[in-house]
């Protein structure tokens, strides 16, 4: 069984930086590509990055120049370092495992779901 654990989030001030992990059990890692999504409240679910096994990756405007997308293979884990935070940015971030080699932006396209960790940011 596929299982996906973000953790990292937090409160953190606007300008401030965090990073969030999400650990993956139960698929081979290497095999999948990953995303990160996020849901601020009363919003719709969003896109916010996406990487592949080769390390390639995508971003949603809003996150390109700030935060960085990442993955180790060896450690079946996926990490979102975000910096420079908005107050925009503020939501529950979930991490994503589509069993494909192909990225997508697409929710609807990934297999497997974390349970979402939260990020606040605030002053």
């Known amino acids: 069984q596929v299982q996906l654990a973000e953790s990292g989030g937090g409160l953190v001030q606007p300008g401030g930086s965090l990073r969030l992990s999400c650990a993956a059990s139960?698929?081979?890692?290497?095999?999948?590509?990953m995303g990160w999504f996020r849901r601020a409240p009363g919003k719709d679910r969003e896109f916010v990055a996406a990487i592949r096994r080769n390390a390639l990756t995508s971003y949603a405007a809003s996150a390109k120049g700030r935060f960085t997308i990442s993955r180790d293979d060896n450690k079946n884990t996926m990490y979102l370092q975000m910096n420079n935070l908005e107050a925009e940015d503020a939501g529950i971030y979930y991490c994503a495992a589509r069993i494909s080699v192909f990225l997508s932006v697409q929710a609807n396209d990934y297999d497997f779901w974390g349970q979402g960790t939260q990020v606040t940011v605030s002053s």
């Open positions: 139960g698929v081979t890692f290497s095999s999948v590509s």
